[in-house]
């Protein structure tokens, strides 16, 4: 079992910075995929950004391309969102994903991880 837990979020104003963290518990080792979704109310949970823990290729969502840096510290077992320029639209529950399993292409679909952490919030106010 893996447990995540996830830590950074809280309010920003427009055009501010916040640096998300998860931390990876239990048996890690193997972890193929690493990701952040977020979720706004009313809203489908949407893929933001992965990153394969073995060659660190990652894919990011065209809505934060440019602003957001995923990154992880392997030694440590933690993932990191580093999030700037943000947005009232950012405005979301942020949560913390992975799995073992192998893809073709780095995923972004969350049917295609099976561990989650409880999310963090983040709001940005225009």
């Known amino acids: 079992q893996v447990q995540l837990v996830e830590s950074g979020g809280g309010s920003v104003q427009g055009g501010g910075s916040l640096r998300l963290s998860c931390a990876a518990f239990?048996?890690?080792?193997?972890?193929?995929?690493m990701a952040w979704f977020r979720q706004a109310p009313g809203k489908e949970r949407e893929g933001v950004a992965t990153?394969?823990?073995?060659?660190?290729?990652?894919y990011y969502a065209d809505s934060v391309k440019g602003r957001f840096t995923i990154s992880q510290d392997n030694a440590k077992g933690t993932l990191y969102l580093q999030m700037n320029t943000l947005k009232p639209e950012d405005t979301a529950m942020y949560y913390c994903?992975?799995?073992?399993?192998?893809?073709?292409?780095?995923?972004?679909?969350?049917?295609?991880?099976?561990?989650w952490g409880q999310g963090t919030q983040v709001t940005v106010s225009s």
């Open positions: 994903a992975a799995d073992f399993r192998f893809w073709k292409d780095v995923p972004a679909d969350p049917r295609n991880f099976r561990y």
């Open positions: 239990g048996y890690t080792n193997g972890i193929t995929y």
């Open positions: 990153i394969s823990t073995y060659t660190s290729t990652t």
